[in-house]
Nanobody, 122 residues
Framework: QVQLVESGGGLVQAGDSLRLSCAAS????????MGWFRQAPGKEREFVAR????????YYADSVKGRFTISRSNAKNTGYLQMNSLKPEDTAVYYC???????????????WGQGTQVTVSS
């Protein structure tokens, strides 16, 4: 089972950028599609972005489209989420996850990281 560890979160101001990383424990990371989800206080976890096993065909939630970019380096067993033009409503715990499917629903994802906090002040 792939272990995932997110990093790169922090406290930033509106308009700033952050890059989250998702380090995988095994080379089998490259066998799976990868997604990012987030959970804001008092809200359900929601889909943010996903990418195929090979790093193609990124897909985004409407709320982040044009501001966030998902990518991965299978050579480094690491996935990324570049977040630009951050807004206070982007404040949440961000999770990476892997799946054998191309999916936007969290139930399709098998392996999850522990999450990293992103806080955007206005």
């Amino acid at each position: 089972q792939v272990q995932l560890v997110e990093s790169g979160g922090g406290l930033v101001q509106a308009g700033d950028s952050l890059r989250l990383s998702c380090a995988a424990s095994e080379r089998t990371f490259s066998d799976y599609a990868m997604g990012w989800f987030r959970q804001a206080p008092g809200k359900e976890r929601e889909f943010v972005a996903r990418i195929t096993w090979s790093g193609t065909t990124p897909y985004y939630a409407d709320s982040v489209k044009g501001r966030f970019t998902i990518s991965r380096s299978n050579a480094k067993n690491t996935g990324y989420l570049q977040m630009n033009s951050l807004k206070p409503e982007d404040t949440a715990v961000y999770y990476c996850a892997t799946t054998g499917y191309l999916a936007t629903i969290q139930q399709a994802y098998r392996n999850w990281g522990q999450g990293t906090q992103v806080t955007v002040s206005s």
